[in-house]
């Protein structure tokens, strides 16, 4: 095959991919504007605009669901700069989000691997010290997702099953389990 066909071949692809994506994400969008959405804590889901495209930080799995753990560029450069094995906190305005999806066996790869299904939740974390004095500085929000109905709803009994009581056992970590994975 010509070289020039064969990119031709894989940009339109792309092409064709990212263009099914901004279908989905407007579709998604246009059913429920999930930013006036706020927790019982106070934090808005407006307050995490744009998690959609922060860095990555790290993954992990429970026998029920797969989570990407993703921050805003603030924590990023924090994590970078050594925090918080440095011993030093993550810095005020510092963000993380866990989204969390159901999982699959992959019917098309060559191999047994665990997939996304179902999005289910969105677990939110920021560092604002006068808006969370009595939590160490963080402020704890979850989100769920039902996809039948594709909305998102504050989850009210979610901070009594994990908020900072959950995160005191990072508390030398200033109170964050996910350390920023080697690339």
Same mark, same amino acid.
């Given at each position: 095959?010509?070289?020039?066909?064969?990119?031709?071949?894989? &940009?339109?692809?792309?092409?064709?991919?990212?263009?099914?994506?901004? !279908?989905?994400?407007?579709?998604?969008?246009? %059913?429920?504007?999930?930013?006036?959405?706020?927790?019982?804590? +106070?934090? /808005? &889901?407006?307050?995490?605009?744009?998690?959609?495209?922060?860095?990555?930080?790290?993954? %992990?799995?429970?026998?029920?669901?797969?989570?990407?753990? !993703?921050?805003?560029?603030?924590?990023?450069?924090?994590?970078?700069?050594?925090?918080?094995?440095? +011993?030093?906190?993550?810095?005020?305005?510092?963000?993380?989000?866990?989204?969390?999806?159901?999982?699959? $066996? *992959?019917?098309? %790869?060559?191999?047994?691997?665990?997939?996304?299904?179902?999005?289910?939740?969105?677990?939110?974390?920021?560092?604002?010290? $006068?808006?969370?004095?009595?939590?160490?500085?963080? +402020?704890?929000?979850?989100?769920?997702?039902?996809? %039948?109905?594709?909305?998102? *709803?504050?989850?009210? $009994?979610?901070? *009594?099953?994990?908020?900072?009581?959950?995160?005191? /056992?990072?508390?030398?970590?200033?109170?964050?389990?996910?350390?920023?994975? $080697?690339?």
């Amino acid at each position: 095959m010509h070289a020039s066909l064969k990119y031709a071949g894989a &940009f339109a692809g792309c092409a064709a991919l990212s263009l099914c994506m901004a !279908v989905v994400a407007g579709s998604t969008e246009s %059913a429920q504007d999930k930013y006036t959405l706020k927790s019982p804590s +106070g934090i /808005a &889901f407006a307050d995490f605009k744009g998690y959609e495209d922060w860095s990555v930080v790290s993954s %992990a799995r429970t026998d029920e669901v797969l989570k990407v753990i !993703v921050a805003n560029p603030a924590m990023i450069s924090a994590y970078k700069s050594g925090i918080p094995g440095n +011993g030093k906190p993550f810095p005020e305005g510092s963000k993380i989000a866990k989204l969390q999806w159901k999982f699959k $066996k *992959s019917t098309e %790869a060559p191999f047994a691997v665990d997939v996304p299904d179902v999005f289910v939740q969105a677990f939110f974390i920021e560092k604002d010290s $006068k808006r969370f004095p009595k939590s160490a500085g963080w +402020g704890y929000a979850v989100f769920n997702y039902d996809a %039948a109905s594709d909305k998102f *709803s504050p989850d009210e $009994k979610s901070l *009594s099953d994990c908020g900072h009581a959950c995160h005191t /056992a990072v508390k030398a970590k200033d109170y964050i389990f996910h350390p920023y994975q $080697k690339r």
